[in-house]
C-alpha cells in the first residue's frame, strides 16, 4: 500500500521563474493538503483540496495555487518565486469525514536562488 | 486565531531514560484535535499520537504518552524507555474541528530531541 508520495525530491529555481510540485495521495485518500516547512520552523499550511475544489487556504499570496485531479493527485504551482519560498513543501492526504489522521509525504525542497 | 507554543528548542535524553516534552496552545474552541508528530531526517511528518479534546483520558501508544491539561491548556508528550531511533524533531500540532472545512493543522516550532547512548 503505497503512502504519500511526492515529486521532484529537490529541484533549484531562479527567483522570479515558475514551479510546479506534485502529489499523489495515499490510497483511498480524497483530500489533499499542502504545508511550506520553512528551515527551522514548523509546517505552515497553505490550502487543501477536497472534490477538486480548493475547500480551505491559509495566509499565502496568490502566487501559490492548486489543482487537484479526478484521481485525487494534486499539484501546487508557485508562480514569480522569491528567495523567501525557498522551503520543504509538505503535502498531506487524509479521508473524510472530517477528523482522520493526516499522512504525510517526504516533502519537495525548493531551494531558490 | 489558534497558536502553538513549544518552549524547548532542544532537549536531550539518555538511553533507556524518560522524557517530556511541552507545548502549550491557545484556542476559543471547544472541539478540537491535539497531535505530536516526528520528524526524522527523513523530513517524512509521523503521527506520533493523538488527542481528543472532549475526552478527559489520556492518550498513550506503546512507550508515548501525553499530559492533556484542557482548562491549562497545555499538552505534552512523554517518551519512556528512550531509544536511538527516537531521536528527530517533535512537533505539537492543532486541528479545529468546530467548523466543516476548517481542518487545517496549526504546528508549533518544534524540539530537537537527541538521545545520548
Not at chain 1, 475547500?55 to 508557485?78: A, K, T, W
Not at chain 1, 518565486?81 to 473524510?96: H, I, R, V
Amino acid at each position: 500500500d503505497a503512502g504519500v508520495t511526492q515529486s521532484p525530491t529537490h529541484l533549484i529555481k531562479t527567483r522570479g521563474q515558475q514551479v510546479t510540485l506534485r502529489c499523489s495521495p495515499k490510497s483511498g485518500h480524497d483530500t489533499v493538503s499542502w504545508y511550506q516547512q520553512a528551515l527551522g520552523q514548523g509546517p505552515q499550511f497553505i490550502f487543501q483540496y477536497y472534490e477538486e475544489e480548493e475547500r480551505q487556504r491559509g495566509n499565502f499570496p496568490d502566487r501559490f495555487s492548486g489543482h487537484q485531479f479526478p484521481n485525487y493527485s494534486s499539484e501546487l504551482n508557485v508562480n514569480a518565486l522569491l528567495l523567501g519560498d525557498s522551503a520543504l513543501y509538505l503535502c498531506a492526504s487524509s479521508l473524510e469525514p472530517r477528523g482522520s489522521p493526516l499522512h504525510f509525504g517526504n516533502g519537495t525542497r525548493l531551494t531558490v536562488t | 486565531a489558534q497558536t502553538v507554543t513549544q518552549s524547548q528548542p532542544e532537549m536531550s535524553v539518555q538511553e533507556a531514560e524518560t522524557v517530556t516534552l511541552s507545548c502549550t496552545y491557545d484556542t476559543s474552541e471547544s472541539d478540537y484535535y491535539l497531535f505530536w508528530y516526528k520528524q526524522p531526517p527523513s523530513r517524512q511528518m509521523i503521527l506520533v499520537i493523538r488527542q481528543e479534546a472532549y475526552k478527559q483520558q489520556n492518550a498513550t501508544e506503546n512507550r508515548f504518552s501525553v499530559n492533556f491539561q484542557k482548562a491549562a491548556k497545555s499538552f505534552s508528550l512523554k517518551i519512556s524507555d528512550s531509544q536511538l531511533g527516537d531521536a528527530a524533531m517533535y512537533f505539537c500540532a492543532y486541528r479545529d474541528l468546530s467548523n466543516f472545512g476548517n481542518e487545517k493543522l496549526t504546528f508549533g516550532t518544534g524540539t530537537r530531541l537527541t538521545i545520548i547512548p
